[in-house]
């Protein structure tokens, strides 16, 4: 199998021994999780789950285009919600950003990291 990692040009610096993601094969993208962390500060922006939802999802938007992808190449999404009450409003969030066909989606209650309320990962189709 080949592999080749994402550029993280414009990325929030991992706080992990992981990448932004990899591309499979010259064409399968799986993006690492992204929080709602400041790409120019590297600090976690902390506010409300819609500010974070926000955040999380522009650098992912972020992630995918370093893979030359967009929404519209993403088939499969996962969303961490460290509150399920706060599934609504992430939701309408989510919303702005993905394209139809919808991706599949899968959407878990999860421990996140230093206060954050949402995490974000997919793959992508090149």
């Known amino acids: 199998m080949t592999r080749e990692p994402v550029s993280s040009e414009g990325m929030p610096r991992a706080v992990g021994p992981f990448s932004t993601g990899m591309i499979a094969e010259g064409r399968m993208v799986f993006l690492s999780g992204q929080g709602p962390q400041d790409p120019a500060t590297g600090e976690f922006v ?13 650098n992912l938007t972020r992630a ?7 929404w519209a190449n993403v088939a499969r999404v996962g969303i961490y919600l460290a509150d399920l009450s706060d599934f609504e409003t992430v939701n309408r969030v989510y919303r702005d950003y993905v394209v139809e066909p919808f ?4 959407t878990i209650g999860a421990p996140l990291l230093v206060g ?3 995490e974000v990962d997919c793959v992508a189709v090149l």
């Open 103 to 106: 991706p599949a989606r899968t």
């Open 46 to 58: 902390l506010e409300s789950a819609e500010q974070q939802a926000r955040l999380a999802l522009d």
């Open 64 to 70: 995918l285009a370093n893979a030359g992808a967009t």
């Open 116 to 118: 954050m309320k949402v």
